[in-house]
T-cell receptor, first 113, second 113 residues
Framework: NAGVTQTPKFQVLKTGQSMTLQCAQD?????MYWYRQDPGMGLRLIYY???????DKGEVPNGYNVSRLNKREFSLRLESAAPSQTSVYFC????????????FGDGTRLSIL | QKEVEQDPGPLSVPEGAIVSLNCTYS??????FMWYRQYSRKGPELLMY????GNKEDGRFTAQVDKSSKYISLFIRDSQPSDSATYLC?????????????FGEGTQLTVNP
């Protein structure tokens, strides 16, 4: 029972490079989320997808784009990475909506030099 | 001012102690309250989920919500070294437009053998 799977687990980028973080869930959940976690800031929502075919901005969307590829997969793209985007990124899913418990992956640790 | 305030600690207790973890919040619309546990280099995992005010018990863990004081607590009885982790509170306002899960910063707990 994999739950929420994130790839890659670690990545180092240079400023200006682009990359896509992948997330897949096998729990048949409708809603999926991308967060970043920084020291002293807690978890902050970047983007979310309430259901397949929809995406919405969260608290800190600037510099990111997302794609809900299908019900299982939700990717996060950094088009031109900046040092301020160095963080740990978590994907999560819930049956439907933010009021239900969210299940998290183990994160992608991203460093931008 | 943050919507959800949580003392980051660190908090260190001896094995067997009762641990009290707390969060305060400012948004009176919050109705759903959750506690997550996060081990080092892992994603958050749900511990407790409550709706509105009251208490909920699950084994050694008890969650309390006092909406009149905008205050939630997590109690851990007979604490074990395996309870050493960061504990995150989270809350959401319900099925309103733009509703999202808002996290506290997390409290780092160490239980010493």
């Amino acid at each position: 029972n994999a739950g929420v799977t994130q790839t890659p687990k670690f990545q180092v980028l240079k400023t200006g490079q682009s990359m896509t973080l992948q997330c897949a869930q096998d729990m048949n959940h409708n809603s999926m989320y991308w967060y970043r976690q920084d020291p002293g800031m807690g978890l902050r929502l970047i983007y979310y997808s309430a259901s397949e075919g929809t995406t919405d901005k969260g608290e800190v969307p600037n510099g990111y784009n997302v794609s809900r590829l299908n019900k299982r997969e939700f990717s996060l793209r950094l088009e031109s990475a900046a040092p301020s985007q160095t963080s740990v990124y978590f994907c999560a899913s819930s049956p439907f909506g933010p009021n239900q418990p969210q299940h998290f992956g183990d994160g992608t640790r991203l460093s931008i030099l | 001012q943050k919507e959800v305030e949580q003392d980051p600690g660190p908090l260190s207790v001896p094995e067997g102690a009762i641990v009290s973890l707390n969060c305060t919040y400012s948004n009176s619309a919050f109705q759903y309250f959750m506690w997550y546990r996060q081990y080092s280099r892992k994603g958050p995992e749900l511990l407790m989920y409550t709706y509105s005010s009251g208490n909920k018990e699950d084994g050694r863990f008890t969650a309390q919500v006092d909406k009149s004081s905008k205050y939630i607590s997590l109690f851990i009885r007979d604490s074990q070294p395996s309870d050493s982790a960061t504990y995150l509170c989270a809350m959401s306002a319900g099925e309103t437009s733009g509703s999202r899960l808002t996290f506290g910063e997390g409290t780092q707990l160490t239980v010493n053998p």
